[in-house]
């Protein structure tokens, strides 16, 4: 007796149940389509429709959320290699720049130690040849001076 009560408590909160969502208008508006009615009048492929989209929903669910997931790790991953990509390419950038600094100090350094030693050489070879001019101006000088104190001397000595 007492499974009886329950199974008739049972039905009647499912009777409830469904006036109240038949009641909503919602409900109605589709109920009221051609649709509704089609199912009204043909309980089974209603019945088949309803355990069809129940079943389907678990695979739907599980393929949307792998499509879902698989398009996230898609965007991450591009985010992830191009940061990586532009870290090789900084990365070589550095690299590359440095290494044009490092040529461009040892140009210079070779640039200057060319320029100093020619210059030091075109001094000495400069002053070589201004001694030598002068050199040669003294010995002029010192025939000219030699001349003149001569006379002089001579004269003094007479």
């Avoid at 499912?14 to 089609?38: C, F, H």
Wanted: contains cysteine; charged residues 15%.
């Amino acid at each position: 007796m007492q499974s009886s009560s329950k199974v008739q408590l049972l039905y009647e909160r499912w009777t409830v149940l469904l006036n109240r969502l038949s009641e909503d208008p919602k409900v109605a508006q589709v109920m009221n389509s051609r649709i509704g009615q089609y199912l009204s009048g043909h309980p089974f492929v209603a019945l088949s429709l309803m355990l069809f989209s129940a079943m389907a929903a678990v695979p739907f669910g599980l393929f949307f959320t792998f499509a879902l997931v698989t398009i996230i790790m898609a965007a991450v991953g591009f985010v992830f290699f191009e940061a990586f990509l532009l870290f090789v390419g900084g990365l070589t950038l550095l690299c590359v720049l440095s290494g044009i600094g490092v040529f461009a100090v040892l140009v210079a350094v070779i640039i200057n130690v060319v320029y100093t030693t020619t210059s030091k050489l075109m001094s000495c070879y400069n002053t070589s040849q201004t001694e030598r001019c002068l050199g040669q101006q003294k010995d002029g000088d010192d025939e000219t001076s030699a001349e003149t104190q001569s006379p002089s001397s001579s004269r003094s000595q007479k």
